[in-house]
């Protein structure tokens, strides 16, 4: 387990396209820096061809064309919040949704990975 900063990076995203395509929605950075270097992300709902079984999925956007999976949204014990990982368990995302999913705010911890969400789920409900 890493133990770098326990203080989450903001993100703030707003949908693009609700109810565009079945299944999937892009938000657009509305503010915060870019996360990984994007401003334009991708959650698309799972569509069963993972053994790990997440509720969603995050892609963002490199250049022209989206990135391959960067991890799944794993549903957690408060309502609408999800959490996933950046390389393999190093750094914890925790994505928060409206109740409507057209707003999104993603809380990166880098360098800082824990199973128990009870350490940084205080940063989320502000």
């Known amino acids: 387990m890493k133990t770098g900063n326990r ?4 993100h703030k995203f707003k949908a693009t396209n609700k109810g565009k395509y079945k299944g999937t929605i892009h938000y657009e950075l509305v503010s915060g820096k870019p996360f990984l270097n994007s401003n334009t992300i ?4 799972d569509r ?5 079984s997440p509720s969603y999925w995050l892609k963002i ?9 960067i991890t799944g949204l794993f549903q957690t014990k408060e309502k609408f919040v999800f959490r996933g990982d950046h390389n393999k368990r ?5 994505f928060k949704f ?11 911890f880098e ?4 199973g128990d969400l009870c350490k940084v789920l ?3 409900q502000k």
Request: charged residues 20%.
């Open 7 to 10: 203080k989450a990076t903001v």
């Open 42 to 45: 991708n959650i698309s709902k």
């Open 48 to 52: 069963q061809c993972a053994n790990s």
């Open 61 to 69: 956007r490199e250049g022209s064309k989206w990135s391959e999976c």
């Open 90 to 94: 190093e750094s914890l995302i925790l």
């Open 98 to 108: 409206s109740g409507d999913a057209t707003e999104l705010t993603i809380f990166y």
């Open 111 to 114: 360098n800082y990975f824990v």
């Open 122 to 124: 205080n940063q989320i």
